[in-house]
């Protein structure tokens, strides 16, 4: 299929009462998909900032060169996957989408469609709990009552369009929205190496971040603490997986094209695989995570796990910085720690002078008994 076939698909202007917002969107949270359309919109007011949007649209009304992409609701099985080659078929398809009866899903332009709700169906607010909304204008009102819309005949038809435009294009979702669409698109029939060729990949970012995804996914199922912070953090997997010594230590082969990406673990690397994301995201509250920014990842971490006795005293200790040290070995990690106690020392006897009290001489002492002992076992 040609994607660029796309501009020859029908655009309408809909009655606004007619288009339904996406439920299965995949940039929503887990816990709003198949909820009904008042939670979506709540949710897309709360957490995707709809508030400069409504004040727009308040002011301006609906912009035609935005059209709103949908899919018809109800649509019958003949038109699965048409494209306007078939001629006779697309005449039909273009009948039964200009039938009253007929309403649609937004599956491309859900914010715009939020807004153009919010600002026109007071009742909508009311049950989505939205209530700082000022007076709307008449002829606003009128305005986007029909919006524009481009029509495609079902979900799988708009699988590529959205992957193009979202995965690469120039409105990239995040990236645990990009992943489960990406999986989406493997669930409707396409190839990993398809969903590469259509999107323009060639450095492996589809299959890495498909990956990602599968791994998260087998957390979900393997392990009783939540996924929601490796999510949220989704970035964290996918640079991570960059590395050559975690693919090491989960036993995945360092080109991914050689590896089943649809069962990525073996068992005897589960183990691993749990470590790895409490290193990441932490185990609740019990276990905070032993990385604060991605450079953890590619200077510390990466080399960290390569090293058996350092991977353990990460287990142990859960710090970083200790363990990344004995990866050169424990007597390096033995110096670093006696040098830094004597710049200490050092500082201390340039100010010591000034403060010759008793909880500072009680912290004197207490340091000459550990040299004391030091000498001892040298």
Request: aromatic content about 6%; hydrophobic content about 35%; proline content about 4%.
């Amino acid at each position: 299929m040609i994607i660029g076939q796309g501009r020859k698909r029908p655009q309408l202007n809909i009655d606004i009462g007619k288009l339904h917002l996406d439920t299965k969107n995949p940039r929503l949270p887990e816990e709003a998909q198949n909820k009904s359309e008042e939670v979506v919109l709540q949710v897309l007011y709360r957490d995707f900032d709809l508030h400069e949007l409504v004040e727009s649209m308040k002011n301006n009304g609906y912009l035609d060169a935005e059209p709103l992409v949908a899919i018809p609701e109800g649509v019958p099985k003949k038109f699965a996957g048409i494209i306007p080659s078939d001629t006779k078929l697309w005449e039909e398809f273009n009948e039964y989408i200009h039938k009253p009866e007929v309403t649609f899903v937004v599956a491309e332009g859900n914010r715009r469609l939020g807004a153009a709700k919010i600002l026109t169906d007071a009742a909508l607010r009311t049950k989505s709990k939205i209530k700082d909304i000022p007076d709307v204008p008449s002829e606003i009102i009128k305005d986007l009552s029909t919006i524009p819309v481009i029509v495609y005949p079902d979900r799988e038809s708009m699988v590529p369009y959205l992957g193009v435009k979202h995965i690469i294009g120039t409105k990239k979702w995040e990236s645990y929205a990009k992943a489960r669409y990406i999986a989406s698109m493997k669930k409707s029939g396409y190839s990993l190496d398809q969903i590469e060729k259509i999107v323009g990949d060639g450095r492996g970012t589809i299959k890495r971040t498909y990956l990602a995804w599968k791994l998260v996914e087998l957390m979900e199922e393997e392990s009783e603490g939540s996924t929601k912070k490796a999510k949220e953090n989704f970035s964290f997997i996918l640079l991570s997986l960059g590395q050559a010594s975690v693919k090491e230590y989960l036993g995945i082969a360092s080109k991914l094209s050689e590896s089943d990406l649809d069962t990525p673990i073996n068992e005897d690397k589960m183990s691993n695989l749990k470590r790895l994301f409490s290193f990441l995201f932490g185990e609740g509250k019990e276990k905070l995570p032993v990385i604060s920014e991605s450079r953890d990842i590619t200077n510390k971490l990466g080399t960290i796990l390569r090293n058996p006795e350092a991977v353990n005293h990460l287990i142990a200790t859960r710090n970083l910085n200790d363990s990344f040290d004995l990866t050169d070995g424990e007597e390096q990690l033995l110096i670093k720690k006696l040098k830094s106690i004597n710049r200490n020392l050092e500082y201390s006897l340039g100010i010591v002078h000034r403060h010759r009290t008793d909880p500072v001489k009680e912290e004197i002492a207490k340091c000459k008994e550990t040299i004391a002992e030091i000498e001892k076992v040298i």
